[in-house]
């Protein structure tokens, strides 16, 4: 691969790669600079795609010019929200966000000082189908292409995250694989942990299954009421939310055999 | 009680306290200088024993010129039992260990080199009995106060713990509550994990589910192999274990509930 | 102390204490409920100044009823600012923000959104003086208990921070006292570090050598530049300056021989 | 390069690389596996010089299957030289360890438990020069690739340094810049930081200046008086120098401007 973008004058500035010698599966990230292309972006395209055809290989393309449009989901929590768009307004995120689905009013405001829609979408059990089929056409319409449920407090479907599959990021508040489903910082307090955790990940069929992007935690203890957990996680949330984001953004994230390879 | 310690002349040097508001419960740690004490030990313990029972406390009273006595549980892993073993002939550690057991004869050399006695009980699920009753005795002809299972790789009855309990510490290679049981460096694997731990807690009659003492986690990535995680895994199972075993000896942990008050 | 307290009906909910063998000297934060006062508050710090004054210490008395005022003092910089402002909104810090300051207009916008007076002082080596002279009136006006320098670009005068010693706490993005100064992200990046830090501390006479209050650090590598370091650098200091000013807020810092206790 | 490598039938395993911008150099690692070599190593060596001619690049070339040749140099602290035996028998560590090098004989005993010879040379002022002179034999005689300094206390000459350069490994037991030089955690206990560290470097003839190959941290607080931190240092200072020693075994280090790219 090397050699053909070499011959179309693509020239390589950074190449990572990595081999799973269990899955005997082998990956690899180049980033080329195209400023002096010797063919056009089509031959270019099909050269690659014949030597990919030739050795087996799958391969995704990215243009960095086509900057990524970016869906968020929230409920009534606040702080990933703020965080987000607040590193999105400070150059951190290399992303369009043209629109903020919600459940709930509640962060409406939120929204209107960034000067972003945003569109409430109630659900519940009942409604849950013709609620998801507005959401897929909203995204639709927005054109977008990854949607991050900044602590969304409702599980999407099946169908919802097969046809999004890779392209939803959830943030889950607790160290995964522990502490799966509701109230995790209440199982955290029962259980008596010294550490709390998030995990960021993509959402799949299975709750909090999916692929694990990133992860961190902080320390507690016996003295940490279960209101000082939800406070520390807040920060953890925010903080390993926005990695995984930006990680996606700049196309660093490979998905394979439900876990991801990270080139950072 | 802090009234009838200053009675008697002993002088508080550090108290501790912590108020369980959900458990409704309270503890207090209080480490006092004898020395100067007005009546005797005890005319102290029986005003201690007063007071206690007069408003329901339950109390444990250690003195610090008894140096608790340790036995080592291990199997064929040498890192936790070196590095217990090099602290506590630094002065990390401030206790005696007359005696190592272990169901394989493989460590038999760490013992020697450092003068301790090794016995070699070894255990299949059919010799569990009469082995477990062996090691009982051990320890009683040992005058055992605590059990260190330094990755000891079998699992004790729930007759021995409960007899010993809250007297038996474990390192289990994994941040619990994910990946209870075997192998979890394997599972971590699997799982495609971003970070991977260790913790040491009291064991219980439930496997890997009892009272957590202390955890810690190091960074891994999709990087690592098994191999790797196993190996990062061995400084964080160390230090975790060592920390848990200088509390215990400290007398620094309360437990109830099933969780742990840890006056550090 | 703990007999006057409890003679006069003042029920200790938690006690906290410190012995530096060193310094010799002895620390300790009571907290106490008054609602079962036998007497009245007048009796009872009369009663607490007697105690402290036979046994030659020096004391602190804060009613949680009277909420402390802030004034936060900011540059160009929003990350701290919009971090404070946040968590103020969201209850995490009990106290009340009546005014912010800075030597620039731009975060005019953000204090109008929170609802709180800014006020632009502008700050150049000839106008210092006559600057903070209207600082310090400021600061009167309001009735202020504490400064929070939140990436403030000005250094204050020792006249200043002597008269609100222990009082002003400001963020430096290093970990001090590595790279004290100007541009410390600059600083770590020519040294090449594998890790960057932030220090909150009281500001002193003598600069970024004041009592340090809070610390933490993030990991970064030769892939890390300058940028990256700030980027990753801002994390760090909006969390470390808010658990500082936390810390403050809830009376849990004694400040000695240019360090902290910090009672937690 | 990789060209050159292919053509030759050398198969490239592992490629990272990095550029800095700012010094405007490229970094690369490259690792090949040479079994389906179809020339011979020679002709390869050749050709990878003609090519590094060519383009003006500065390469080295190791072949795994020559184990490195270590030595280690200590004084009378025993954790740092227990940990990297333990490893090195434990198979972490690819190289051998022909001598232990000291100032002192306290810790001869540990050396003979793992059949490595130990060498007195003791150190003064006045022998300084004699002294180094006979090391420098020493390391002639064992064919030594890297000299690792596990907490040894004498300062070595700048002349020795500069002879070995980025081959001599030390670890100092604060996060530099921080502390340098003498009793670094007193001089930390000093200015009451919250974190304490340690820093693997390579040494140079400016003490504690080289450039830094790992660094890490733990938490201290008010509580921990200077044995404290030695304490909880030891356990930093192993982690890190064997981190750093097991990067260099590998060859994943390139030094240059005093700092280092490591390839993990």
């Known amino acids: 691969m090397a050699q053909v973008l070499f011959g179309h004058g693509a ?16 990956f690899q990230r180049i980033r080329v600079d195209l400023s002096e292309l ?16 030739r050795f087996g290989m799958t391969y995704r393309l990215y243009y960095a010019e086509r900057v990524k449009r970016v869906a968020l989901f929230v409920s009534k929590y606040e702080h990933c929200l703020y965080d987000l768009l607040l590193r999105h307004r400070g150059g951190e995120l290399a992303c369009h966000i043209p629109v903020i689905v919600s459940n709930h009013p509640d ?13 409430v979408i109630p659900k519940d059990p009942a409604s849950q189908e013709a609620a998801e089929a507005r959401e897929l056409e909203l995204l639709a319409e927005h054109n977008i292409d990854l949607v991050v449920l900044a602590r969304y407090m409702r599980v999407l479907s099946a169908k919802f995250v097969s046809a999004w599959e890779n392209r939803v990021i959830n943030i889950h508040h607790s160290f995964l694989p522990a502490f799966v489903g509701q109230k995790p910082y209440h199982q955290a307090y029962e259980r008596g942990v010294k550490l709390i955790g998030a995990t960021a990940h993509y959402a799949t069929a299975v709750l909090d299954q999916g692929p694990i992007i990133e992860q961190d935690v902080i320390r507690c203890s016996h003295k940490d009421s279960v209101e000082d957990l939800v406070r520390k996680g807040r920060d953890l949330e925010k903080v390993v939310l926005a990695r995984a984001v930006r990680l996606h953004l700049d196309d660093r994230i490979l998905v394979y055999d439900n876990k991801t390879v990270v080139f950072d």
Chains 1, 2, 3, 4 share one sequence.
């Open 11 to 26: 020239n390589i500035l950074d190449a990572d790669q990595h081999t799973d010698p269990v899955a005997q599966q082998f």
């Open 38 to 53: 010797l063919t056009d972006k089509g031959t270019l395209e099909r050269a690659i795609a014949e030597v990919a055809q």
């Open 107 to 119: 962060l409406a405001p939120v929204a209107r000082e960034f000067g972003i829609e945003y569109v």
